[in-house]
């Protein structure tokens, strides 16, 4: 009789222990990972992988590969961006054999978007933190701060688009804390034309000279409006106040409107 019970409480002390491994496992999963910005951060990534995993096992290979390249993509322009310099542009232009150009522009868009607002949260972190309080007093921060400040949203489309290296903006950016709305709105809207033309290089058969002509004077325009437009705004102020001064003479006042004492 005791070897029955013996048994029978071995048998049941697994279930117990697998009974209570799901409160574990729950209080790890819904527990709050730092802040709001984080925790949404960290959960959305998680989302987003098991949406990838299930996608790559259900989805055809053509959709497969876009994972892929949403993926490729991320990474590219993750913190690790600036030690791959020049390396999307030819997978841009690979993938624009393969699906449309437009196609291409959108998964590269949204993913570049997604890892930008995690590269701006993430610098902003490391940027304020107490550690690179001599960075952010030191003599070239605080001649190009003012620079960029002058125009952000315009910088920043500008890098976005241009060769210029982006990753100047991505510290200016949380450095002067400037809205994560605006600094994604100008990457948009610097980014997807960016992403398309590359695409579009794979598809069409353009001439290497004209892109290399055509790149070389979209980029020479910019950076002129951007020099000259500080230059006419001290031209235009300059102006007004030379501009002379026109004073209104005082009506005379007539015999009527004269006292009587005068």
Do not use: K
Not at 183 to 200: I, Q, V
């Amino acid at each position: 009789m005791s070897t029955l019970a013996m048994h029978d409480g071995a048998s049941r002390a697994p279930r117990r222990t697998r009974g209570a491994a799901w409160p574990r496992w729950r209080v790890v999963l819904l527990r709050a990972r730092g802040d709001l910005v984080w925790n949404g951060i960290v959960r959305g990534s998680g989302v987003l992988a098991l949406v990838g995993i299930a996608v790559v096992l259900l989805a055809p290979p053509r959709v497969v590969g876009l994972v892929g390249f949403l993926v490729v993509t991320m990474w590219v322009n993750g913190p690790l961006g600036v030690f791959l310099p020049a390396t999307y542009e030819p997978i841009l232009m690979l993938f624009g054999r393969i699906y449309s150009p437009l196609v291409v522009a959108a998964v590269g868009i949204a993913g570049t978007l997604y890892i930008e607002f995690l590269n701006y949260h993430l610098h902003g972190r490391i940027i304020h933190s107490r550690h690179l309080e001599t960075l952010r007093n030191s003599a070239v921060v605080r001649r190009t701060v003012p620079l960029f400040q002058r125009a952000p949203f315009f910088t920043i489309w500008l890098f976005a688009w241009s060769p210029l290296p982006y990753w100047a903006v991505r510290v200016l950016g949380p450095l002067v804390r400037y809205p994560v709305g605006r600094y994604l709105l100008a990457t948009f809207l610097g980014r997807f034309p960016r992403l398309w033309f590359f695409a579009a290089l794979g598809w069409l058969p353009i001439p290497t000279r004209w892109m290399v002509v055509v790149t070389l004077g979209a980029i020479a325009m910019a950076v002129c409006a951007f020099l000259v437009r500080p230059a006419v705004e001290s031209l235009r102020r300059a102006l007004q106040l030379r501009r002379p001064i026109r004073f209104t003479p005082a009506p005379t006042p007539t015999a009527e409107e004269v006292p009587c004492g005068s």
